[in-house]
């Protein structure tokens, strides 16, 4: 599967953008999607993470309250709402896939995910 993420850009503290991810290639119901972030000089953190039928959710505790995953299969589709933005939210997201049974586990690690879009940055300013 190939992932496409967009939507993000230069927003001031406290705004909001929604970053896209388009799924090719695939059939997107079957795969868990989750978003991860990289800051400048920072590793590679969870975001937020959906499964298949979008029945199941996790975040983040810094992105609780403030960030919202959602999926549309009929899309092909995966979204990350992000409101109430701050400076430390300024990084790279990645959108990233993986091909799981339907009643597998929903994957938070990063290493569980083999397959990553190329990222869109975000920059919050103060």
């Known amino acids: 599967v190939q992932l496409q993420a967009s939507g993000g850009g230069l927003v001031q503290a406290g705004g909001s953008l929604r970053l896209s991810c388009g799924a090719s290639g695939g059939t997107f119901s079957r795969y868990s999607m989750g978003w991860f972030r990289q800051g400048p000089g920072k590793a590679r953190e969870f975001v937020a993470a959906?499964?298949?039928?979008?029945?199941?959710?996790y975040y983040a505790d810094s992105m609780k309250g403030r960030f919202t995953i959602s999926r549309d299969n009929a899309k092909n589709t995966v979204y990350l709402q992000m409101d109430s933005l701050k400076p430390e939210d300024t990084a790279i997201y990645y959108c990233?896939?993986?091909?799981?049974?339907?009643?597998?586990?929903?994957?938070?690690?990063?290493?569980?995910?083999?397959?990553w879009g190329q990222g869109t940055q975000v920059t919050v300013s103060s």
């Open positions: 990233a896939a993986k091909s799981v049974i339907l009643t597998a586990p929903l994957p938070t690690s990063d290493e569980l995910y083999p397959y």
């Open positions: 959906i499964s298949r039928s979008g029945s199941t959710i």
